[in-house]
């Protein structure tokens, strides 16, 4: 079964501190995996995308990496910010006909001052 | 470059009305992407119309459907509302077919009583 599983499914840090942010998938064929980020009551962010040939990536203080052997990924947020405090959502398309998209449930950060 | 719009910005209905949404995609956009996000969970993939047509579903009854115009807008029309189809409305649009660049509106919160 196709599916896409986040973790943890919550997380509280202190502001400046760092956090990872976990997605296992077992989407096959694996083509890309998407992180977005999402405010609360408000739509999705892409932040960043990473296809098969790629183990890491950044995008200011985030810096994504990919384990296709494994099938994992991570999230890591450096020097966390007030404004970092959102759902963090994992996704993988499922190659069929109809190329649906596997959305994971998400982490939700919570920045403290 | 003006992104995807989405109105009303808020609904209120009660049990058993209709409820219609409506979502502009970014200009150039073909595929617009309805989810339905309850609070505090991920998204559910709703409907995927490109060119006017529907090409996905999601596992949601037939009173959820919708259409999509000349002008790529759409829209989603709910019927026989129920207390749990209270939700946020995201509408994403993408430049087409089986690309999985989706840039998202602020969604629609709607509430049944």
């Known amino acids: 079964k196709n599916q896409v599983e986040q973790s943890p499914q919550s997380l509280i840090i202190l502001e400046g501190k760092n956090c990872t942010l976990q997605c296992n998938y077992t989407v096959s064929p694996f083509s890309n995996l998407r992180w977005y980020k999402q405010d609360t009551g408000r739509g999705p962010v892409s932040l960043t995308i990473m296809t098969f040939s790629e183990n890491t990536k950044s995008n200011g203080r985030y810096t994504a990496t990919l384990d296709a052997d494994t099938k994992q990924s991570s999230l890591h947020i450096t020097a966390s910010q007030l404004s970092d405090s959102a759902s963090y959502i994992c996704?993988?398309?499922?190659?069929?006909?109809?190329?649906?998209?596997?959305w994971g449930a998400g982490t939700k950060l919570i920045i403290k001052p | 470059e003006a992104g995807v719009t989405q109105s009303p910005t808020h609904l209120i209905k009660t049990r058993g009305q209709q409820a219609t949404l409506r979502c502009s995609p970014i200009s150039g956009h073909t595929s617009v992407y309805w989810y339905q996000q309850a609070l505090g969970l991920g998204l559910q993939f709703l409907l995927w119309y490109d060119e006017g047509e529907e090409r996905n579903r999601g596992n949601f009854p037939p009173r959820f459907s919708g259409r999509q115009f000349p002008n790529y807008s759409s829209e989603l029309n709910v019927n026989a509302l129920e207390l749990e189809d209270s939700a946020l409305y995201l509408c994403a649009s993408a430049v087409g077919g089986r690309t999985d660049t989706q840039y998202f509106g602020p969604g629609t919160r709607l509430t049944v009583l």
């Open positions: 996704v993988v398309p499922f190659l069929d006909s109809n190329y649906q998209l596997i």
